[in-house]
C-alpha cells in the first residue's frame, strides 16, 4: 500500500523455522541501559564512549557510510532494545549504510536540546526519538527544527495533541508513527471474546501520562455506549506498582462481582505501562481465572506467567514501520507529509497454555490472524507471523 496511507498493512507469510529453544532471542548487552538482538544486528558493530551516555553502532562491513543517524532515548527499556534492534534489521536488509549515534537523554532537556543543536552541526541527516516520553521532550524543544525527527515506540500522537489528524502531515520537522490501536476497534475484539462483556478492570501507572491518555481513557466513552463498565486500576508509583497491585486488584474484583458475580464476563486489560505488566505473574496470581490482556504483544510469553492474549501493536511491528519512514525520509520526501503511522490490524498474542488453564475459549479468527502463538505446552508455534517448529 503506497505509503501516503496512515494505514500500515502487513502481510506476514508463514514459513518454517527450525529451533532448539523457545526462541529467546541472545542478546548483546552493550551497556547497562542498551541490549541488542544479535541475530537482528549481526550486521552491525557497537562502540561504547568513555562517556557512557553514547553508543555508536556502524555497519560491520567496512566502507563509505551515506547516512548518519541519531537516536535518542530517555531511560533503559526493552522496548526501547527491540525497536532499535528492528530498525537495525530493517536498514541492514535495505543495504543502507548508515552510523547510528545512541543518546541516552533522560529528562534533561538543555542536554537534549545540545544534543539536537549540536547534530545540526555533525550533518546528521536524521533523528529517531524513542518513547512517548522522549518525543514529547523532543517535540517541546525541536519543532520546526532543521532535522526530520521519526517517532518510534510512542503512543498515539492525535491523543497525545502531537497531531490535528490521522490523515495529513504534520507540515513540520516531524514524521510519527503510533503504538496505540484505536479503542473502537480493541472494543470489537473483546466483544468477540465475551459477547456478554460487563467489566474492563484498566492497569496503568498513573505517572505514564502517555498509557493515561491514550490507552486509558479514550477507553471509557465507547465502553459506555455499549453497557461495559470501565474499572481503572491506576498504580500511583510505579516503584512501588507490586506492592499497589496486591491491594488494588482485590478491590478491582470486588467491584466487578457487584454486577458480574461469576466474573464470567469479565476481564483485566494492561496498557503499556511498563511498571504495571512486567508485574504479570504477580497480576495472574490474584485475578485467578479472570483473563489477563493486554495492549502490549510483549506481555504474551511462553510458560504461565503471560497475560492469556494481547491486542495492539508490538514494538518491532511499530519499529518496523517507523524504519520504513525513515527511510522514505531519507530518499528525499518531506517527514511533514508523512501522515500518522498506524498498524492495521493489530497485531494479535494468544497463550493457549494460559487459556488451557483459566478455561477460555478463543475464537478461530482470532487464531488465523494471530502474529504469536504459543501452544498448549506455553511453548512458541508461530513468532511474528511465522511458523515455528521446535525440534526434539
Known sequence: MPMSSSRFFLVLCLGIVLTNTALAAPKRHITDWLSLDSEKTKQWSTHLRADERYVDISPTQSG?????????????????????????AVFGNKNIRSTFEVVRVGKDLPFIETT????????????YAL????????????KNG?????SVCAKDPVLLGQMSGYETGSQNNFAFTSLNAPAETLFKYLLSLKPDLKNVAVLYAEQNTSSVQTQYKPMIDPAQKMGV??????????????????TLIP?????MKESDPTLQNSVFWITGSTSVFQEIALINSYTKNIPVLSAVTDVVQPGLDSAVLSIGIGFDTNAHLAAIYGLDILSGRPAGELPVGLVSPPDIAINFLKARQINMKIPFDFFEISNFIYDQNGQPVRMSGEKVMVKK
Open 116 to 127: 539536537l543543536k549540536k547534530a545540526e552541526t555533525d550533518d546528521i541527516d536524521m533523528v
Open 64 to 88: 563509505e557510510v551515506d547516512k548518519r543517524i541519531l537516536v535518542l532515548m530517555e531511560r533503559p527499556s526493552s522496548a526501547y532494545d527491540t525497536a532499535l534492534s528492528q530498525i537495525l
Open 131 to 142: 518513547g512517548s516520553s522522549t518525543v514529547a521532550n523532543v517535540y517541546k524543544l525541536y
Open 146 to 150: 532543521t532535522l526530520p525527527v521519526v
Open 229 to 246: 463498565s470501565i474499572i481503572g486500576v491506576g498504580v500511583k508509583d510505579r516503584t512501588q506498582a507490586a506492592e499497589e497491585l496486591r
Open 251 to 255: 478491590a478491582a474484583i470486588a467491584q
